[in-house]
């Protein structure tokens, strides 16, 4: 299915990313498509936007020390 570590940490950059744009938008009210503000959705959201913050950090780690990483600098 892919090719090369390349590939790989694309398409998981890439679906991390499209599957988490929801945590930046509230949800809206389909009767009206106001923004909902109140403040339990904020604070529900706030340790699952924290989360996400972590996997992005953990994620670049991970491209970080990888072999394909260590590939391109051997190379340059």
Avoid: C
Avoid at 18 to 41: G, H, I, K, M, Q
Avoid at 52 to 70: A, K, M, Q, T
């Amino acid at each position: 299915m892919f090719a090369n570590l390349e590939q790989v940490h694309t398409f998981l950059l890439l679906h991390l990313l499209f599957s988490a744009r929801n945590l930046f938008e509230p949800p809206r009210d389909p009767s009206s498509n106001a923004v909902a503000t109140n403040d339990a959705y904020y604070a529900s959201r706030g340790s699952s936007f924290l989360l996400f913050r972590y996997d992005i950090y953990s994620f670049g780690l991970v491209i970080h020390r990888s072999p394909f990483n260590e590939h391109v600098k051997a190379h340059q």
